[in-house]
């Protein structure tokens, strides 16, 4: 029995090794076809597992009663949604909502929020009027929201927006 387990596993490495191999380039080298396999792939188990990992956490952390786990939980996934939408919409969020201009810093970023974004073209004045708009909205919501949503990275950001100045 021992030694089976052993084999499997041995198995599941040479697996996920070669599956590496081919799939796992520099990401400037895949592709299209790859990369994009890899992006339907990403999709189906997403839309399969995530229904079920969602409520698993919420019925688990319910009778668990750890409310502020779950709250935790929430503002997570929160936040991972909105980095996906960032990389996900960025062609559309920067045609719309920054103005043409060196010094606009744009979406895309897969480690950033949309509204990380939002605050740093805020303070370099780049905003398109839609883009004062959503800040606005975000205020309404949440005083200073897109401010206070930066980044710590923004110090580097400030850094290279003042040498661009002088």
């Not at 380039?25 to 396999?37: A, E, T, V």
């Not at 370099?124 to 005083?143: C, E, V, Y």
Request: overall charge positive; aromatic content about 12%; proline content about 2%.
């Amino acid at each position: 029995m021992h030694q089976t387990v052993t084999t499997l596993h041995f198995l599941i490495f040479l697996l996920e090794n070669m599956l590496k191999k081919y799939f796992m380039n520099p990401l400037d080298q895949m592709s299209l076809f790859k990369s994009f396999l890899l992006f339907c792939i990403a999709m189906i188990l997403f839309f399969i597992t995530a229904p079920f990992g969602f409520l698993y956490a919420v019925i688990r952390q319910t009778f668990a009663k750890s409310v502020h786990s779950l709250s935790v939980y929430f503002l997570e996934l929160a936040l991972a949604i909105d980095n996906a939408g960032n990389v996900l919409m960025q062609h559309v969020l920067n045609d719309l909502l920054l103005i043409k201009n060196e010094k606009r810093y744009l979406f895309g970023n897969k480690m950033e929020t949309i509204s990380s974004v939002i605050g740093k073209n805020l303070l370099s004045h780049t905003l398109s009027p839609m883009g004062l708009a959503l800040n606005a909205f975000l205020h309404w919501l949440d005083k200073d929201h897109s401010l206070n949503s930066i980044n710590y990275e923004v110090r580097l950001w400030k850094a290279k927006q003042a040498a661009n100045i002088s």
